[in-house]
């Protein structure tokens, strides 16, 4: 499988502010790929290196097999941006602001416009000033998708949509996947992550610190694990297995924590007259928290990095 977006250790420093530092990526033709990390970690420097809208400090980055500085207008062509923050031509329509970019791009399939504003639930009559945050971020989409472009790069593309519209993103995305075109989605929502990428990495203080499938990723994290027998059993065998932590011997109940294979658990349980067996999966979320834990505290929210940048 191709790869569209290909990174090596890509950095980018603002003066004595860190950007991001050694960002090594590759993400696959048609593949939703998540890139996750809260405000501030470095999904906004990475996007805009990608789009050439800034220069690396060191590293390289290439785009359809295209390095990002030489031809951008080539990369442009054949991806749909959507921006984190963004604001237009106040006395434009919707519609109007949406029939610009078409014709920017030299024109685009009428009819898959207005499917896209009526799946978005947009209202297009109405001028750009007057939109609530929700529904600029619907002409973003509308503006992004139209083209149906072999790349969508979108940065926090659900910030201010209500439920059912991001029900409806979500479509549009699975069908862009179906169409074997390819997603790069930032985002500091970790549930829209899990529900909708491939692959997903975390990016902290600038730096990926994990690159992997969202059920690998998962996997990374410990299971909680109970045990219910019909007479109590030791809980030596069980404590003894690798990845076994945490464990509690309640009566006839062991609880534990288990990371990595479950099956040993699974095994060893099995010799026993087993009455109950309880594994909650780590959701994507705690895989987050626990991995900005590991490092302990770090330094103060802002400290070293831009503020303004994601």
């Not at 106040?90 to 896209?116: H, K, P």
């Not at 001028?127 to 790349?151: C, E, I, M, T, W």
């Not at 059993?233 to 464990?247: C, H, I, K, R, Y």
């Not at 509690?248 to 040993?264: H, K, N, Q, Y």
Request: proline share 6%.
């Amino acid at each position: 499988m191709p790869a569209v977006i290909e990174t090596d250790k890509l950095t980018k420093s603002y003066g004595p502010y860190r950007g991001i530092v050694d960002v090594d990526l590759t993400v696959n033709e048609g593949e939703i790929f998540g890139f996750l990390g809260p405000n501030g970690a470095g999904k906004t420097t990475t996007i805009r290196v990608l789009l050439d809208l800034i220069r690396p400090t060191s590293g390289t980055a290439h785009v359809f097999g295209i390095e990002t500085s030489a031809d951008p207008v080539a990369i442009h062509r054949r991806v749909g941006y959507l921006p984190g923050e963004w604001n237009l031509y106040d006395r434009l329509t919707g519609a109007e602001t949406i029939r610009y970019f078409a014709n920017l791009r030299g024109g685009v399939d009428a009819a898959y416009t207005a499917r896209l504003v009526e799946r978005l639930d947009l209202d297009p009559t109405r001028r750009f000033r007057q939109y609530s945050r929700g529904n600029k971020q619907k002409v973003g989409l509308v503006v992004a998708l139209q083209h149906k472009p072999d790349l969508l790069i979108l940065d926090e593309p659900t910030a201010g949509l209500d439920p059912l519209v991001q029900q409806a993103f979500n479509e549009l995305l699975f069908e862009a996947r179906a169409d074997g075109r390819t997603v790069f989605l930032s985002s500091h929502i970790i549930s829209e992550v899990e529900r909708t990428c491939d692959r997903v990495a975390i990016i902290r203080e600038g730096r990926i610190v994990r690159l992997d499938t969202v059920e690998g990723v998962r996997a990374l994290a410990a299971h909680e694990v109970e045990l219910r027998f019909a007479a109590p059993v030791s809980a030596a065998p069980f404590e003894s297995l690798d990845g076994v932590s945490n464990l509690v011997a309640e009566g006839r109940t062991l609880r534990m924590l288990v990371t990595g294979p479950i099956a040993p658990i699974v095994r060893l349980a099995g010799q026993h007259e087993l009455v109950d067996f309880v594994s909650r999966e780590p959701s994507l979320e705690e895989v987050f928290l626990s991995e900005y834990a590991a490092q302990g505290a770090g330094p103060p929210p802002g400290a070293g990095r831009r503020p303004a940048e994601g």
